[in-house]
C-alpha cells in the first residue's frame, strides 16, 4: 500500500468561519450557536446494551434539533473522510464495505494473532483529541472546531450511540495509526482496527522480542493520546489453538463461526419449526422468527450451504399475519 492509503483524509474544504459552517448545516448561525451552547438540555439516555460479560452498557440519544444536526454532521463532513484500509468498524463506506468479517479476513490463515482492547474507548475520547480531529484534519478554524466538537460531544467526551460517535472515534489516531501501521507492514505484520478492539497477525512465527515489539508500539500510540489498554482483554494466539477475531474462527484461510454459535442458530430454527404449530399468528411468534431469520442470513454469509438449508426450513414455518 502507498503511504498515503495509511491516512486518513478529508475531501471538505477548509471550513474557516461559523457563517460557512452554518450554511454547509442549513441552520442560521444564531441557531448553530443556540445549539452548540446547550447541548446537555438535548442529551437523553439511549437504548440499554448487554455486554459480553453480561454488565450493562449506557448509550446516549439525542433529541431535536441536536440530533438532526448529528446527521448532517455525520453525511457532510464524516462521511466525506477517505478512511485507511485497516479502520474496518463503524463506517459506511460503499466504495469499500467494511464490517467485522472484513476485519477477521485480514487476519486468517496467519500463524500468530496479537489482540488488544481500548479501555472505555468512547468514554476516554476527551474533547480535546476531538477538537482536535475537527480543527486539524477537517482545517477547520478554531471556534469552528470548538462549536462542531460541543455538538458532538457531551460531559468531556464522545458518548456512545450518537451517530457521530463511530467515525470520530475512529479518527481518534488519525496522525498517530499511519506511521505505527507502516512500522509494522514493513516488519510483515498485518494490522486493522474495529472501533476498540486492534488485531496485529503475522504469517511466520515470530519470538519474544518481536512480540514485545508489537504490544509496545500499540501501547506507544495508545499512551500517546491519553487511552489505556484493556489488560484483561490481551491476547496472544498461535495456529496450534483456536484464534478468533470478533467472535469469528480464522485459523484457516477463510473466517468461519464456531461451532457453538452454529449450534445455538439450528436450536433456534428448531424451535420456530415447534412453535409454528402452537401459535403461527401471534406477534411474539412474528418477532422470534424474525430474529432467527437475521441469525441464519449471519450464518449464511459464513457457511452457504448450511445457511441455505436452515433458510428453506424457515421459509416453511413463515409466521401467518
Given at each position: 500500500m502507498e503511504h498515503q492509503d495509511r491516512k486518513a483524509y478529508s475531501k471538505v474544504g477548509p471550513i474557516g468561519c461559523i457563517d460557512a459552517l452554518a450554511s454547509m448545516l442549513s441552520i442560521s448561525a444564531k441557531d448553530l450557536l443556540t445549539v452548540s451552547k446547550s447541548v446537555e438540555s438535548f442529551w437523553i439516555p439511549g437504548k440499554t446494551l448487554r455486554k459480553k460479560s453480561g454488565e450493562p452498557r449506557l448509550t446516549s440519544n439525542a433529541k431535536e434539533p441536536l440530533k438532526g444536526l448529528h446527521e448532517k454532521i455525520k453525511n457532510r463532513l464524516l462521511k466525506r473522510v477517505c478512511y485507511p484500509y485497516y479502520l474496518l468498524g463503524g463506517i459506511s463506506d460503499s466504495m469499500m464495505p467494511r464490517d467485522y468479517k472484513c476485519h477477521a479476513a485480514i487476519h486468517s490463515g496467519k500463524n500468530i494473532l496479537?489482540?488488544?482492547?481500548?479501555?472505555?474507548?468512547?468514554?476516554?475520547?476527551?474533547?480535546?483529541?476531538?477538537?482536535?480531529?475537527?480543527?486539524?484534519?477537517?482545517?477547520?478554524?478554531?471556534?469552528?472546531?470548538?462549536?462542531?466538537?460541543?455538538?458532538?460531544?457531551?460531559?468531556?467526551?464522545?458518548?456512545?450511540?450518537?451517530?457521530?460517535?463511530?467515525?470520530?472515534?475512529?479518527?481518534?489516531?488519525?496522525?498517530?495509526?499511519?506511521?505505527?501501521?507502516?512500522r509494522l507492514e514493513k516488519r510483515g505484520f498485518s494490522y486493522s482496527r474495529f472501533i476498540d478492539d486492534i488485531t496485529v497477525s503475522s504469517r511466520c512465527r515470530i519470538g519474544a522480542s518481536k512480540k514485545s515489539f508489537v504490544i509496545s508500539e500499540i501501547y506507544r500510540m495508545l499512551s500517546l493520546r491519553g487511552y489505556s489498554p484493556k489488560r484483561a482483554k490481551h491476547r496472544i494466539a498461535t495456529n496450534d489453538n483456536r484464534m478468533g477475531v470478533t467472535g469469528l474462527n480464522v485459523n484457516k484461510n477463510t473466517s468461519s463461526m464456531p461451532k457453538e454459535k452454529r449450534k445455538i442458530i439450528r436450536a433456534m430454527v428448531h424451535r420456530c419449526e415447534n412453535h409454528y404449530m402452537q401459535d403461527r399468528t401471534s406477534e411474539g411468534y412474528r418477532k422470534s422468527w424474525e430474529r432467527t431469520s437475521g441469525k441464519v442470513s449471519t450464518l449464511t454469509r459464513f457457511h452457504e450451504t448450511e445457511g441455505n438449508k436452515l433458510r428453506k426450513r424457515l421459509q416453511t414455518v413463515k409466521p401467518i399475519r
Open positions: 496479537i489482540s488488544e482492547d481500548i479501555k472505555d474507548f468512547f468514554s476516554s475520547t476527551k474533547t480535546d483529541v476531538v477538537h482536535s480531529i475537527w480543527q486539524c484534519l477537517f482545517h477547520t478554524s478554531p471556534d469552528v472546531a470548538s462549536v462542531l466538537t460541543s455538538l458532538t460531544t457531551y460531559n468531556d467526551c464522545l458518548p456512545q450511540g450518537w451517530k457521530t460517535s463511530g467515525y470520530l472515534a475512529n479518527l481518534a489516531f488519525w496522525d498517530l495509526e499511519p506511521d505505527l501501521v507502516e
